[in-house]
C-alpha cells in the first residue's frame, strides 16, 4: 500500500497518530481540535511547567472552553503532553509545527522554527507527514524544508508528505475559528495536498487546497492588508486632525459605500501577527516592491508618538509638561477583552511616558502586565488625581464616562486611542477631550473666515 493510500485509510479509521510541537495559541488548540475528532495526539513543547500544567488539565490561555476540552481529551486518553520529542515524532503519522517566529530588527527569526524541524528531521521516517503550521518567509517549505528532507534520503510526496497549512485563528477565539474559518492547504504534490485536505476536514467544514509558495504568500498577504488597511484608516485620522474633522464620521460615511470597508484607526497595531507578518512577507524582496508596506509599519508604530506629541502640546498649553505629571494608561492587552499583550502599543508609549518623566500607572481587568508602570488595583485608582488619561484598549466597559465623572480631576485630559468615547459627553462632566482622529475644532482659516 502506498504511504498515500495508508494515511488516508489511517485517517478514515482515526487510527493515524499526530504530534504538535508548540503548545501556544496555535498549537494547543488544533492538537486538542484533533484529539477531540478521536485521533490520538501528543503535543509536545520545551517548556515543562506548561507540559505538567496540562498534563493536570490546566491552561493559562484565557480561551473559552478550551480548558473543558482539554480535561475531556485527557479523560479519553486522546491527548497527552510532554517535553520529548523524538518519540512521539518517530511513532507519529503526522507531525505538526506549530512554534512561533518572532521579528526582529525587522526580519524573521527563525531559531525556533529550526529548533523544531531538527526535531522532526531526528525523528523523520518514511510513511509520515510534515505539516507547517508557524507562519514563514516565502518559499521556506519547497526551498529549505523539502531539499533538508531528501538529504535524509526520502523523496518527497512518495516517501514524506509534506504540505503548508497556515493557522488562522484570532486568540479568544481559537476553537471557534478552527472549525469554521476555511483552511488552506498547500501541498508539496499532489499526493501530499490530498492527504492533508482529508485530514483537515475531519475538523474544518472547509479547506482550499494548493500549492506551498501559494499557502505561504496567503498567510501573509491577509495579515499585511489589514496592517496597511489599519495605517490607511491612521493616515486618514492625521488628516482629520490636522483639518479640523473626525475621522469616525468619514470612515462611516466612507464605508456605506458597498465596495469600501476602512478599518478603525487607534494608537498602533498590537498581537502576534499583523506588526511581524508584513516584514516576513517581504522578507529578500527588493527595496522598490516593499516601500508600502515598510510605510505603513512606520505609521502605524508611529501612532503613539503621535498620541505623545498631542498630549504634551496640550499640557504645555496649560504650562505643564510631562515631568511628574501623573499619568493613567487604561488597558495594556493589544486587543480588547483578552489578556495578551503581546506588541501591545502600550509598551511603547508607558516607556516614552516613563522616559520624559512622566508618573505612570497602568490598569487592566484581563492582566497584570504593566510595562514598568506602577500597576492600579482598580479602576478607580487609576482615574483618580490624573492629569492625563489615555484609553489605550477598547475593553467592554459601559460606564467609563461615569466614573471618569466621579472619579477624574475636573480638567483631566483624556485621550481616547480606538474611540471608545462620546466626545461631547466627556466635554459636559468638564474633561479635556482628546482622540485619534478627532479634529471637530475651527481651522485658522475658517475661524478668519466666522470673523469677518
Known sequence: MSVESSLIEKIRTRKANLAFLGLGHVGLPTALAFASAGFKVTGIDTNSKKVSDLSQGKSDMHEPGLEEKLATCLKSGTFRATCSSFDPISQSDFVSICVPTPVENVKPNMR?????????????????????????????????????????????????????????????????????????????????????????????????????????????????????????????????????????????????????SIHKPGLGVGGPCLPKDPYILIQGTPEDLSEMVKLARRLNDEMTTHTINLLAQTLADRGLSFKGAKVAVLGVAYKPDTEDTTNSPAKRLIQELLRRGASVSAYDPFCVETFGAERASSIQEALKDRDCIVIVTAHTNSKLVDLLAQYARPGCVIFDGPRVLDPEKVKRVGLTYLGTGYGNRPTPKARKLADS
Do not use: W
Request: contains cysteine; charged residues 25%; proline residues 5%.
Open 112 to 260: 525556533n522554527f529550526q529548533a523544531a524541524f531538527d526535531a522532526v528531521r531526528m525523528g523523520a521516517h518514511k510513511g509520515m507527514m510534515m505539516l507547517i503550521e508557524s507562519t514563514v518567509p516565502p518559499s521556506t517549505t519547497s526551498g529549505n524544508v523539502a531539499p533538508m528532507l531528501r538529504s535524509l534520503g526520502y523523496e518527497i510526496d512518495e516517501d514524506i508528505l509534506l504540505a503548508y497549512c497556515p493557522e488562522r485563528l484570532a486568540p479568544s477565539r481559537a476553537l471557534e475559528e478552527f472549525a469554521s474559518n476555511t483552511r488552506i492547504i498547500g501541498g508539496i504534490g499532489p499526493k501530499s495536498r490530498r492527504v492533508a485536505a482529508e485530514l483537515y476536514r475531519t475538523v474544518c467544514r472547509s479547506v482550499e487546497v494548493t500549492d506551498t509558495l501559494a499557502a505561504e504568500l496567503s498567510k501573509l498577504a491577509e495579515n499585511t492588508f489589514r496592517d496597511l488597511n489599519i495605517a490607511y484608516a491612521n493616515l486618514l485620522a492625521l488628516i482629520a486632525e490636522r483639518l479640523g474633522s473626525d475621522v469616525n464620521e468619514v470612515i462611516r460615511l466612507a464605508n456605506t459605500h458597498p465596495r469600501v
